[in-house]
């Protein structure tokens, strides 16, 4: 292993623009257009999604701008990765907590490039296939998709293109962001106008913010209202903490974190509003089906809604004008939010072992090895990516305590003064910041999943909460993550040495 000073370990975002659409290209990807509609669909009730949408928004100010705030503090404080940071900020005990926050991350990586392989093959169908004119047509060519090697071989498609990305460092990734963002979000736009002009889709639009009251008592609801903000976000996935490592001290953290959350959660309501419209409009409208008929195919779109976005958006498509057109476009730009995310958590994993005093093109080319080979079984099989999302996301609301953690244990009132406060041109933020991650994070995380787990045992699972091999089991979620924890922390000591082995030319605040 190389020690020898790695120059991309040194490298700042150029400009407030390049960092806010870099920013936005963790938080904008496949967890707005492909999880935040599927996970709706499976969290709302007979009259409507509306509770998850109140829950959604509860969590995205106390838990997920709180939490990016965190990160960009303790990112820019350490200029190290999420390891580094933890062992230097908190000391070397804790490095094993910031080892878990990087894995998460990384199980996370491993099936989400396979979600993104999954848009590249919809993008190129859209280039040289038939728009599909009936559900019928659309359901055949996902399931097509799912039986043929096209998963695998889309796969190691994004995880390459990524890596040719990354390969450069930071400076690559800011002028892929500032031609990408900008394209996808013109995309939703024409998307967004088209399903609201199509005859049928009020009725999906309004399904998708009536509230059903009574939901709000489902620990389940709130469990999933929580961990899809964590996706749309990337808040606790220690992404921001690694692009606040190349952050320039008169770069504003609080005002990013703002900009960036709520900007990313219009995004997700945005798709929302097309995909449910175009549900609604092609299947009510169209065909003459009842409400609890549409749900029922909406929520049965392949595993956990996992084809919801991808069966119905070419349906969508199908009835426009310029349709194909428009339908290439929108797909490349769900590409391009899917890439733009996976960029960040290969980053993540890379900076990691850069920190370790691993040479940036070592560490490239076993991070994209790594990545590919976990990364196929989910490409294999849909029900073993339904299983890692279910065990990996609801392990975000343990990543986001543990950030929490750090941020206090390093001194949330230091945190604030140095890193936000010194900065005349960023938000002033308040003690209801230090009271957020003092108090309501790790009392979020622990009474939600305790609850969880517990009406999991007695109530929604009573005979095989305890089998690890049901895939929606919470032994599955145990199990998986205990072993996890078991193996950092036998090797703690290690894994703390090796973060912080890496030197830095730069001081801390530059």
């Known amino acids: 292993m190389n020690h020898e000073i790695d120059s991309s370990a040194h490298q700042r975002f150029s400009s407030r623009l390049g960092l806010l659409l870099s920013v936005l290209g963790i938080a904008i990807g496949t967890g707005n257009f492909w999880r935040f509609p599927r996970i709706a669909a499976q969290a709302g009730g007979e009259e409507g999604a509306g509770a998850f949408l109140v829950a959604w928004v509860v969590f995205l100010f106390l838990w997920s701008i709180p939490l990016i705030i965190a990160e960009y503090c303790l990112g820019r404080a350490s200029r190290q990765g999420v390891v580094g940071a933890f062992t230097t900020l908190v000391g070397p005990r804790y490095g094993w907590m910031g080892g878990f926050v990087a894995f998460v991350t990384a199980a996370i990586t491993f099936y989400y490039s396979v979600v993104v392989g999954w848009c590249i093959y919809y993008f190129v169908q859209m280039l ?98 929580l961990t899809q903000n964590a996706w749309d976000t990337g808040a606790g996935w220690g992404l921001f903490l690694t692009y606040g490592a190349y952050m320039r001290k008169e770069d504003t953290l609080a005002r990013n974190a703002f900009m960036t959350a709520i900007g990313n959660n219009m995004i997700s309501l945005t798709a929302g509003v097309i995909v449910f419209g175009t549900v609604f409009a092609v299947l009510s409208h169209d065909m003459g089906m009842t409400r609890p008929e549409v749900l029922e195919i909406a929520r049965q779109s392949g595993p956990a809604s996992t084809g919801l976005t991808l069966i119905w958006m070419p349906q969508l498509f199908a009835r426009m ?84 953690f750090a941020s206090v244990k390093s001194g949330t009132v230091r945190l604030r003064r140095e890193q936000v406060l010194a900065s005349g041109e960023d938000l002033q933020l308040g003690a209801w910041w230090d009271a957020i991650m003092k108090y309501f994070v790790p009392c979020a995380a622990t009474v939600l999943l305790v609850w969880w787990l517990s009406l999991s045992a007695t109530v929604y699972a009573p005979d095989d909460w305890y089998d690890p091999f049901n895939p929606s089991s919470i032994m599955t979620c145990l199990a998986q993550w205990g072993l996890i924890i078991g193996i950092l922390l036998v090797f703690n000591q290690q894994l703390a040495a090796a973060s912080t082995r890496r030197s830095f030319d730069l001081p801390k605040d530059s």
Request: charged share 10%; glycine share 8%.
């Open 128 to 225: 040289t296939a038939p728009l599909p004119t009936t559900t019928e047509t659309a359901m055949a060519s996902w399931n097509e998709l799912q039986g043929s090697i096209w998963p695998s071989v889309c796969h190691a498609a994004a995880i390459i293109l990524g890596g040719a990305v990354v390969w450069r460092g930071i400076r690559s990734i800011e002028r892929v962001n500032k031609v990408l963002m900008p394209l996808l979000l013109l995309t939703v736009l024409f998307s967004l106008v088209r399903a609201l002009t199509l005859p049928g889709a009020f009725e999906g639009i309004t399904y998708l913010f009536t509230p059903e009251w009574s939901q709000l008592a489902n620990p389940r609801l709130w469990l999933e209202a």
């Open 321 to 404: 004008s310029f349709g194909k057109l428009l339908a290439c476009i929108f797909f490349f730009g769900l590409t391009v939010a899917g890439f733009t995310s996976l960029v960040a958590q290969l980053e993540l994993q890379i900076r990691v072992l850069v920190d370790a005093g691993w040479r940036r093109a070592r560490a490239i080319v076993f991070i994209l090895t790594l990545a590919f080979l976990c990364g196929v079984p989910s490409a294999l099989s849909v029900d073993f990516l339904g299983n890692q999302d279910f065990v990996w996301g609801v392990a975000l609301m343990l990543s986001g305590g543990l950030v929490a």
